[in-house]
């Protein structure tokens, strides 16, 4: 991204600094010469977790624990793919900011008309930076509250088996593990030092996840909420228009119509500008959304049996990973809804202006705002539907009903 354009603006204005700011600590934007801290970290993850969980397997035979080590597979399998695929969507990403930069300083630019437009942007800016803090503060104790819990468990298991049984007894005991999965040949359920090298070694991969989830998380959601906001700022640019009153003097009109008609044109520039934004957005989040819509089904699916079948210490893990893809999912929703409403709300704003009183030129300008308004505008999962929050409602009823079928054949087997 062209770092003069975002950071020219007051920093009350520049959008998505935090998240740059991550992403440049793991070196995906930023010198070149610092990818590898990506490689690293990405690498490190997907080791650990991914390849250990999807090749060797889950290391039980219990049904319930097949179920969760399924889940979190699926949870973190799709946490690695979509940042990949948001690593290699940075050219995209790169001219979207570009754009959004370039959007926001001509509408807070603009004289007596840019105050109510720098101020919802201000606004806008403070609320994003409340649930960027909010995830981010999440997301650094889940990976504690993954290993803790089951650590507590184990030591509770094992100093009590050891001064109440013989040692062949304590032999069989069998630890609580952060999460179900096999690890490259160590015998983690039963060996004591083998347990605590797993999970001194899963912590960083853990916290690696988290960091990832945050800029993947915040960047995807803001980045809907911000084109929607593009189309609320033309909105109010389009009311404002109602402000011009014709001139009672012949000598003003053509003055008062100059200057109608250099509003009018402008607004039609950032209208434009407001789709082009929007197309970007859409080909970054296009893939991902739908990833995680498929994969949220069978995720909660898979954790509403788990739940039904077991109250225990994993419980919290599982719920703490289900709240997070809760977020997502109608993050995605509830902002690919609003983006759809604020996009026809600039044709709607245009219609209850007094166009019928002003010239014909005048009036193509506001034929064609009117035109472009009626196109169905919102974020698409691959294409397939669009975005919104009557999706997520079917997201929920088919992850149920899913999981009615799965448990009404386990108790037939």
């Not at 698409?380 to 975005?387: D, E, I, L, P, S």
Request: aromatic share 14%.
């Amino acid at each position: 991204m062209e770092p003069s354009l975002h950071q020219s603006l007051p920093p009350e204005l520049q959008i998505m600094s935090f998240q740059l700011r991550l992403m440049k600590l793991i070196g995906i934007v930023g010198p070149k010469g610092r990818m590898y801290r990506f490689y690293l970290a990405f690498g490190w993850a997907t080791f650990v977790i991914v390849f250990s969980k999807s090749v060797l397997g889950f290391g039980s035979t219990r049904f319930d624990a097949i179920t969760k080590g399924l889940s979190e597979l699926l949870f973190e399998g799709n946490l690695i793919i979509v940042f990949a695929a948001l690593v290699l969507k940075l050219p995209q990403f790169t001219r979207m900011m570009h754009l959004l930069s370039e959007f926001i300083r001509q509408v807070t630019h603009d004289g007596d008309q840019s105050k109510e437009c720098y101020d919802l942007i201000r606004k806008q800016n403070s609320k994003m930076k409340q649930f960027t803090k909010f995830y981010f503060i999440y997301c650094c104790f889940g990976p504690l509250v993954f290993c803790i819990p089951a650590m507590a468990t184990s030591y509770v298991r094992y100093f009590s088996t050891n001064t109440t049984t013989d040692s062949n007894e304590s032999e069989q005991l069998e630890f609580e593990l952060p999460m179900e999965q096999e690890f490259y040949g160590l015998n983690i359920r039963t060996n004591f030092a083998h347990y605590h090298l797993f999970v001194v070694l899963s912590l960083p991969a853990y916290y690696v996840c988290a960091y990832m989830s945050v800029i993947k998380v915040t960047t995807l959601l803001m980045m809907i909420k911000y084109s929607s906001l593009t189309y609320r700022l033309v909105a109010i640019r389009v009311r404002k228009l109602a402000q011009f009153t014709t001139p009672q003097q012949q000598d003003q009109a053509a003055e008062h119509k100059e200057v109608k008609l250099a509003s009018i044109e402008k607004i039609v520039q950032l209208h434009e500008k407001a789709f082009q934004i929007t197309d970007l957005v859409e080909n970054i989040l296009s893939i991902p959304v739908a990833i995680q819509f498929v994969v949220c089904i069978l995720f909660w699916c898979l954790t509403m049996f788990y739940v039904s079948a077991n109250i225990n210490f994993n419980l919290l893990n599982v719920m703490v990973v289900f709240l997070l893809s809760l977020i997502e999912t109608y993050g995605y929703a509830y902002l690919g809804s609003q983006l759809t409403a604020e996009a026809q709300a600039v044709g709607q704003a245009v219609y209850e202006l007094t166009w019928y009183e002003d010239s014909a030129e005048l009036q193509r300008y506001y034929r064609l705002i009117i035109q472009r308004s009626q196109r169905e505008t919102g974020i698409t999962a691959a294409k397939f539907f669009v975005v919104g929050i009557e999706k997520f409602g079917k997201v929920v009823n088919l992850s149920y009903t899913y999981y009615l079928v799965l448990k009404d054949v386990l108790n037939r087997l």
